[in-house]
Nanobody, 123 residues
Framework: VQLQASGGGLVQPGGSLRLSCAASGFTLGYFDVAWFRQGPGNEPEGVSCISRDSSLTHFADGMEGRLTMSRTNANNTVYPQMSNLRPGDTAVYYC?????????????????WGQGTLVTVSS
C-alpha cells in the first residue's frame, strides 16, 4: 500500500506545475485526497482536497483560481494543477488519502501519505 507524489521542480514566478499522486495497493477512488505543504521555516498546512466525487475545496488562502485538481480512477491517480505560482508557494508538497472524512484539513485523519515532492518558485 503506497502513495507516490511526483512532479515537483523549479518554476519561475507566474509559472505552472502539475503534480501527481499515484496509489498502489488500494483503490484511490474510494478516498478523499488532500495536499499538504511545508515551506521553509513554516508549519505544515493543508492546501486543497478533492473528494471521492471530484469536488474540490481549498484550505490555504490564495489557492482559489490557482489550483485545480482532477482524478482518474483508471490510473488510480490525482493530479493537482497549480498556476500563477508565487515564491510563497515554495514548499515540500505531500499528498494524503483518507477513506472516512470529507474535506478534512486535519492531517491526523489521513490514512496514507506520499513521500513529498519539492516545489521551488524562484527566478
Amino acid at each position: 500500500v503506497q502513495l507516490q507524489a511526483s512532479g515537483g521542480g523549479l518554476v519561475q514566478p507566474g509559472g505552472s506545475l502539475r503534480l501527481s499522486c499515484a496509489a498502489s495497493g488500494f483503490t484511490l477512488g474510494y478516498f478523499d485526497v488532500a495536499w499538504f505543504r511545508q515551506g521553509p521555516g513554516n508549519e505544515p498546512e493543508g492546501v486543497s482536497c478533492i473528494s471521492r466525487d471530484s469536488s474540490l475545496t481549498h484550505f490555504a488562502d490564495g489557492m482559489e483560481g490557482r489550483l485545480t485538481m482532477s482524478r482518474t480512477n483508471a490510473n488510480n491517480t490525482v493530479y493537482p494543477q497549480m498556476s500563477n505560482l508565487r515564491p510563497g508557494d515554495t514548499a515540500v508538497y505531500y499528498c494524503a488519502a483518507n477513506v472516512k472524512y470529507i474535506f478534512s484539513s486535519d492531517s491526523g485523519r489521513y490514512d496514507y501519505w506520499g513521500q513529498g515532492t519539492l516545489v521551488t518558485v524562484s527566478s
